[in-house]
């Protein structure tokens, strides 16, 4: 059974604050619940179908009773940033098979000015051989940034050029953290945080979150709303769970074709990528594995334009999670809006790419040590 | 804690009847891993299972403590028990009987190093039960 079609995301809705002090992390979710819901034309009643990461309370379950859910269906997927795009997935299937018709998907984070303190390690059974070495998500990404220099001449300015590239786009973006427009020199003159990643080649932390409403076709044609159909979805965890895991490469590799093929579409038929960029090199490694450019040449890849809206593949045009917003280090939901967006033409005009049928939404969840891939192949109805 | 030659800080690792052995051996001087005695896969992290075969029959052996520099960074931003570091280098060392394991490279000039590197393991007492195994570079 395949997913093509048997869905479509009705609504869609990014949290304009970069910066909730007063917000209580369920009121964000709230928030985002209703803002998707009336870009749907719906309302709570309407929802049957709940999904969230489950971090808040117990589980899924603390939020259906906040938000007065009545659901028949409840998905608890967490994957970390990546976890939004497998609930579009979960939600197109459980559609498709009949288990729901209007599903939820909700997110809610609440990190600004939260001293980040030693990871939690009694109940996870990686930790302890990690965190005592001083392990941060910044230092994994670098040493995935200098091995993949090492093996492929990859260079410092190369991972700019992503910075440089998400900068040209957040400067038309009202709600972007970060709007001013940099150059590849401000980025390797920023300061260091783990060689060679420097401060803008990391994401912005951001308080906020989002929400997805995903429904039936026949909900759908109720709607009055521009329609975008979830084509294909698919999952791959890397880990070292088999042996040593390289590090230049992302679960890109195994879930892209197979979310493509579900979509029955080719990658040189998209005509605009969400992908994730927690880290510049992040983008670059993923490039390469969704197929944009060839492994290894990243770097000439994204140093050439390619991102750019008359690049080869446009890419975050709201800015990503370098510039725009990468509520609770957890990227993978505005991902999808902004995707959304695109198909929709309601991006910001200036960034908005002509005609644009077919996208994919890439999220990278965890860190490199270990994984979760999901790719999203979301199309215009008419795609 | 605080090891008195790297200043880094040695805290104290979360121990379970499963991971004891591991932490008990560094604590000894020794670098033991669990290998698998069905499939002879060396298991890293150190578990009490062989995701390779499956198999739950898994035994512990003394490994060299020497091998080779995957990759490295100086991280300057730390968090927790390493917040006020100035910096210090994490790094992926691939040691030789085959395990890929997250560690601090000590005792060297970070401009110094290089991927590929031979390093040999050296270790950090961290309170009563346990040692940090930590690499230098090799003579
Ligand atoms: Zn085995």
Redesign the pocket.
């Known amino acids: 059974m395949s997913i093509r079609g048997k869905a479509h995301i009705a609504g869609v809705y990014e949290h304009p604050a970069r910066d909730l002090p007063d917000h209580s992390v369920q009121q964000i979710h709230a928030e985002c619940a209703i803002g998707a819901l009336a870009d749907a034309g719906l309302s709570v009643r309407d929802v049957d179908g709940f999904f969230s990461t489950g971090q808040l309370g117990f589980g899924g379950v603390s939020l259906t009773e906040y938000l007065g859910l009545n659901p028949s269906y409840i998905d608890g997927t967490f994957t970390g940033g990546s976890s939004y795009l497998a609930h579009v997935g979960h939600a197109a299937a459980a559609i498709a098979a009949g288990k729901c018709r209007v599903a939820l998907i909700t997110q809610g984070a609440k990190v600004r000015g939260v001293i980040r303190g030693a990871k939690h390690t009694a109940d996870t059974p990686e930790f302890p051989f990690e965190t005592v070495y001083g392990e941060t998500n910044a230092g994994i990404y670098a040493l995935a940034a200098r091995r993949h220099m090492h093996e492929f001449g990859t260079t410092a300015e190369q991972l700019a050029a992503v910075k440089v590239a998400a900068s040209e786009y957040a400067q038309f973006n009202p709600h972007a953290l970060l709007r001013k427009r940099v150059t590849v020199e401000d980025v390797v003159n920023s300061p260091m945080i783990a060689d060679p990643l420097h401060r803008l080649d990391c994401c912005v932390v951001t308080d906020g979150g989002g929400a997805i409403v995903v429904v039936s076709p026949e909900i759908a044609r109720s709607l009055n709303r521009p329609l975008v159909s979830v084509l294909g979805h698919a999952e791959a965890i890397k880990h070292s769970g088999l042996g040593p895991n390289d590090l230049t490469s992302t679960g890109a590799t195994a879930s892209a074709p197979r979310a493509l093929a579900e979509a029955g579409v080719a990658l040189s038929d998209i005509d605009y990528a969400s992908i994730y960029d927690s880290f510049t090199i992040t983008v670059i490694m993923t490039l390469e594995d969704l197929g944009f450019c060839k492994k290894g040449q990243g770097g000439a890849f994204v140093a050439s334009g390619a991102l750019g809206l008359d690049g080869v593949i446009p890419v975050n045009t709201d800015g990503g999670g370098l510039c725009n917003n990468h509520p609770g280090y957890q990227g993978g939901l505005v991902k999808i809006v902004e995707a959304v967006r695109q198909l929709r033409g309601e991006a910001t005009p200036q960034t908005q790419v002509r005609d644009c049928k077919l996208a994919i939404a890439h999220g990278t969840g965890g860190g490199m040590l270990r994984q979760a891939s999901v790719s999203l192949v979301l199309g215009r109805s008419d795609a | 804690m605080v090891d008195i030659k790297t200043r880094l800080p040695t805290p104290e690792p979360f121990i379970s009847p499963e991971t004891r052995p591991f932490w008990t051996a560094a604590k000894q001087g020794r670098l033991d891993l669990p290998f698998?005695k069905?499939?002879?896969?060396p298991i890293w992290y150190p578990k009490a299972f062989?995701g390779?075969?499956?198999?739950l029959d898994v035994e512990w052996r003394q490994v060299s403590g020497e091998g080779k520099i995957y990759s490295y960074t100086q991280v300057h931003r730390g968090e927790g028990p390493y917040r006020d570091v100035e910096n210090y280098v994490l790094a992926l060392v691939d040691i030789d009987e085959g395990a890929r394991v997250l560690t601090n490279i000590v005792d060297a000039d970070p401009a110094s190093l290089t991927i590929g590197q031979r390093v040999r393991v050296v270790f950090h007492e961290a309170g009563d039960a346990a040692a940090l195994p930590r690499f230098v570079p090799a003579k």
């Open positions: 698998c069905s499939c002879n896969h062989c390779a075969c499956g198999s």
